[in-house]
């Protein structure tokens, strides 16, 4: 009896308090003008009859003149310039092992390429080549980017971290620094991350400045349960002094998961891709890659648990170490974003195209959790069919249809459109709602919605 009691009151408890929280209006998340892509949950309140869709990116033909073979490569878009690092293992019988260098190549589109003569070292007798570093154990996974930080000096435009834990004197990763990404210099002569047995350093160590956490973040490999390979993720605000490594744990039950290369999305810096390596022990070796999002501190999130890139028809790209992407994903046209993976290959997406909130034939609605925005007009980048078509409608935060703002005030949005601004029946002008609690609600036939923005101007 006295336990039947004590669940009686229990229950009114719970009864009570969901109904004060169900109360509580919920907080509206401010994008301001940030531009939002639909590879997550994070503004999605509820989904009728759409879904979210992962994008397979399309193999591109081959690329001419040809830089050096992708081992553990980087890409990054300086200006006009794309630069690419790889390593050369030259025969190299460990990580880090003497013979291995890291090479330099350039490109005016990201697809016509060109090995530079450097001559900054002697490799096989002579200094014509495209050695950009040759110093063991750093070039066995050197992966530089380009710092954004506000305020840094011109000497430390490109900084990068390289270095392993065994066959060292001192294992640990090592900072680096150059002004032309072409001459490098160790920022210290000791490591910066120091080696644990909990951490592997044998792969991409990859960092960045984050602008939306205004500090250098680096995310490197570590074994869950001393079996798994993962990833562990540190942060810094000098690229010297450390926080504690965290392990993120992303992987699914009996998931290896190699080279997560988690690095901010150029439109959209405040959320990170990652498309890791998925290693298959079982399934003789093989490999895929996969997609994967995080927003700063938060976990990796795994909407999408099916492969990005699959291996395809080649069979060379069924055995191990057949499916690694270089880090960095850079655009290659105003609609075009380019993955260069392994051995020398070009995948392509439309810009922000990693995934959409997508209809098919019978009419679908996506509505939005309560936001708030700055701007005056409201841009999106979607795709319909020729039947197909898109409608907004701006809701208060209670769900009210705002007048002059509803589905039926909005013509219906046909074509294909990286930002096409959204018009009522009065205009497209938002500004009157910036900074209010709203919810936008979208009406699809036949369509993708890649992403939103509010922005001041066009």
């Keep these: 009896m006295l336990n039947r009691h004590f669940l009686i009151a229990i229950s009114f408890a719970a009864c009570l308090t969901g109904g004060f929280l169900a109360a509580v209006e919920p907080v509206p998340v401010d994008i301001g003008s940030r531009r939002e892509l639909f590879v997550d949950r994070f503004l999605i309140e509820r989904l009728e009859n759409a879904a979210l869709k992962l994008h397979e990116p399309q193999l591109a033909p081959p690329m001419s003149d040809p830089a050096d073979n992708l081992e553990y490569g980087t890409v990054i ?48 007798g002579n200094k014509e080549n495209n050695v950009i570093l040759h110093e063991s154990p750093y070039c066995h996974n050197f992966s530089p980017f380009l710092d954004t930080r506000p305020g840094v000096p011109a000497t430390e435009r490109f900084k990068a971290l390289a270095g392993v834990g065994v066959r060292t004197p001192t294992p640990g990763l090592v900072a680096f620094v150059s002004a032309d990404g072409i001459h490098w210099r160790k920022l210290r002569p000791e490591p910066v991350i120091t080696y644990t047995k909990e951490y592997a350093f044998d792969s991409q160590n990859v960092s960045f400045w984050s602008v939306s956490e205004q500090c250098y973040v680096c995310y490197f ?12 993720r540190t942060t810094s605000q000098d690229f010297v ?63 999408f648990r099916e492969a990005f890139i699959r291996p395809g028809l080649d069979p060379a790209r069924w055995g191990n170490r057949s499916n690694y992407a270089a880090l960095g994903i ?25 995934a959409s909130v997508q209809a098919g034939a019978d009419v679908g609605e996506m509505l939005t959790r309560p936001l708030s925005f ?22 208060s935060a209670d769900g009210k249809t705002l ?56």
């Design 77 to 124: 878009k300086d200006g006009d310039l794309y630069r690419l690092y790889t390593r050369d293992g030259r025969g190299a019988k460990f990580d880090g092992d003497q013979p291995e260098v890291t090479r330099y190549c350039e490109s005016r589109d990201g697809i016509h390429w060109t090995k530079p003569t450097l001559g900054l070292f002697e490799i096989d």
């Design 221 to 232: 490999r570590h074994f869950l349960d001393q079996k798994l390979r993962s990833v562990c």
């Design 241 to 303: 002094k450390w926080t504690e490594p965290t392990p993120l744990k992303p992987n699914f039950p009996g998931e290896h998961l190699y080279t997560t290369l988690t690095h901010p999305y150029f439109r959209a810096p405040h959320i990170y891709i990652a498309t890791p390596t998925r290693f298959h022990p079982g399934r003789g070796e093989s490999t895929d890659i996969l997609f994967m999002t995080t927003r700063g501190e938060s976990p990796y999130d795994r909407t």
């Design 330 to 354: 850079v655009p290659t046209s105003p609609t075009e974003m380019s993955i260069y993976t392994t051995p020398f290959r070009r995948f392509v997406l439309r810009t922000d195209g990693f």
């Design 374 to 395: 700055t701007g005056k007009e409201l841009t999106l980048n979607y795709s319909t069919s020729a039947a197909g078509s898109v409608r907004v409608e701006i809701q």
């Design 403 to 458: 007048l002059g703002f509803g589905a039926g005030d909005c013509p219906e949005i046909i074509g294909d459109e990286i930002a096409c601004i959204v018009r009522w029946k009065n205009g497209s002008d938002v500004s009157s709602l910036a900074g209010q609690p709203v919810r936008l609600r979208f009406v699809l036939r036949e369509a993708d919605l890649y992403a939103i923005q509010f922005r001041s101007t066009h």
